[in-house]
């Protein structure tokens, strides 16, 4: 089964959260067009379902909500990457390092 399976099978609520065919198609152009992509799996706060964070080998990443821990976990299977809990691993340094860039450029775009 592909992604487009996985997302649309039962109700959002039964998967644990709401996906749509949208998001799993961003997640996967998204992994496809970076290099060394892992995925990061969050849980469900009081505000937010099941997210996964992809993480790129630069420190690039995007986050999105997906069917809960199982559907996290097929995507990192569809996808062939892996697949971490982030309560357990926490976020790796490179995603920190990129924020840290980030912040520097957009300062230095803003006082220029």
């Known amino acids: 089964m592909g992604l ?3 997302f649309s099978r039962g109700s959002a609520r039964q998967r644990g959260g709401r996906t749509s065919g949208a998001d799993a ?15 990061f799996v969050e849980p469900r706060t009081t505000v ?3 997210t996964v964070v992809l993480v790129a080998a630069d420190g690039e990443w995007t986050r999105r ?9 097929k995507l990192g299977e569809d996808l062939r990457i892996p697949v ?19 912040r520097i450029l957009r300062k230095r775009a803003r006082e220029a």
């Open 84 to 102: 971490y809990d982030v309560r357990k691993t926490g976020y790796p340094q490179r995603m920190r390092d990129h924020d840290a860039r980030q």
């Open 65 to 73: 909500a997906v069917g809960g821990e199982r559907g996290a976990r």
């Open 48 to 50: 937010t379902p099941v």
């Open 4 to 6: 487009r399976g996985w």
């Open 25 to 39: 198609r961003y997640l996967a152009d998204w992994a496809r067009s970076h290099v060394g992509v892992e995925a």
